[in-house]
């Protein structure tokens, strides 16, 4: 009698599955077709994706003005992201009442896009819902402020200035 292990059927299994691993690993992400703003893009396949946890400033709302320092976040994701391939990854919620998918973004080389916009201090952690990094994320807008990144710096040209 033949142990299990070299069973043809479970062989022939353990194979598919090694296989199906190996061609997850080696795909390819998503292409971002557009970055609509600072955390909102369009990506092949999916249409609009709202960042979890990452609001920026305004910069294409139909009702509001472009808000201080909007141009600066949107161009901050549109070079990290547009016509490169991402990973998106969902969490509760995966959809919002837009109708936009909901996801946190990763870049081929592993940076979460999300964070990063926090962190460098072109958006605020969006916490008015929950979502599995919310205190990281307070965390990275902290020190954003702390060492006076981004929106919280020295004000730059080209965005409505604060009051």
């Known amino acids: 009698m033949r142990p299990l292990l070299f069973h043809p059927f479970a062989v022939r299994c353990g194979i598919a599955f090694l296989f199906g691993v190996l061609v997850t690993a080696a795909a390819p992400g998503q292409l971002v077709?557009?970055?609509?703003?600072?955390?909102?893009i369009i990506v092949e396949g999916v249409g609009r994706v709202r960042l979890i946890g990452v609001d920026t400033p305004e910069t294409v709302h139909p009702n509001?003005?472009?808000?201080?320092?909007?141009k600066e976040a949107s161009a901050f994701a549109k070079g990290l992201l547009e016509g490169k391939r991402v990973r998106l990854e969902y969490d509760q919620e995966r959809q919002d009442r837009y109708g936009r998918t909901l996801a946190y973004v990763?870049?081929?080389?592993?940076?979460?896009?999300?964070?990063?916009?926090?962190?460098?201090?072109?958006?605020?952690?969006?916490?008015?819902?929950?979502?599995?990094?919310m205190e990281a994320f307070r965390q990275f807008e902290?020190?954003?402020?702390?060492?006076?990144?981004?929106?919280?710096?020295?004000?730059?040209?080209?965005?409505?200035?604060?009051d």
């Open 33 to 40: 077709e557009r970055v609509v703003d600072g955390d909102t």
């Open 64 to 70: 509001r003005p472009v808000e201080f320092f909007g």
């Open 106 to 133: 990763y870049l081929d080389d592993g940076t979460f896009v999300n964070a990063e916009i926090i962190r460098r201090g072109y958006g605020h952690a969006y916490t008015r819902f929950p979502f599995r990094h």
């Open 142 to 162: 902290r020190e954003a402020r702390d060492n006076r990144r981004g929106l919280w710096g020295t004000a730059v040209g080209g965005s409505n200035p604060p």
